[in-house]
């Protein structure tokens, strides 16, 4: 009888130290995305400093495409892109880097739902809702620093700082 009590006891001991270093993994792998996305959120954040993050949830992962990759499958950015390029030629070299970049890795699309508090520029607290899209090549373990292309709410840093520059934000 006191055997077995041990066993059992032993069995469920080593059940959760598995089951916490799976879910330590899976944690850290989403930590690191969050990380990421974090990043770029509070560049848009009129009050940086008074972000918190609420719930971090419907994370996904799913193979990406080429037009969601290069134009966020939108038809009127792969148009816009295709005419930019004609007349800047220097700008069709990036784009066909990552093309390339994108035809040469098994690349992954990963997206998460950020809910947070912060305040606006008039110090109001406010709640936001932000959708994130990292891409990744699929056949690299994740690791901090290695995402491209993050983008909050369809918008990479750069598209963000354009949009503010022409007025369109």
């Known amino acids: 009888m006191r055997t077995t009590v041990i066993l059992t006891l032993a069995t469920a001991a080593l059940a959760a130290i598995g089951a916490a270093v799976w879910t330590s993994n899976r944690n850290s792998q989403e930590a690191i995305m969050l990380d ?21 949830s419907d994370i996904r992962t799913e193979e990406a495409t080429e037009d969601d990759y290069l134009y966020n499958n939108d038809p009127a950015e792969k148009k816009r892109t295709i005419e930019l390029h004609l007349r800047q030629p220097e700008l069709a ?44 090549d699929g056949d690299d373990p994740m690791q901090r620093g290695e995402f491209m292309n993050v983008r909050i709410d369809g918008k990479t840093s750069i598209d963000w700082a354009f949009d503010g520059l022409s007025g369109s934000d």
């Open 36 to 56: 990421a996305c974090e990043k770029v959120l509070l560049e848009r954040l009129r009050s940086p400093s008074t972000y918190q993050l609420i719930e971090a």
């Open 93 to 136: 070299e990036n784009h066909e880097y990552l093309r390339d970049l994108f035809r040469s890795t098994n690349m992954q699309k990963l997206t998460m739902v950020i809910e947070y508090d912060a305040e606006n520029g008039f110090g109001t607290p406010i709640r936001g809702r932000s959708l994130c899209a990292v891409f990744r």
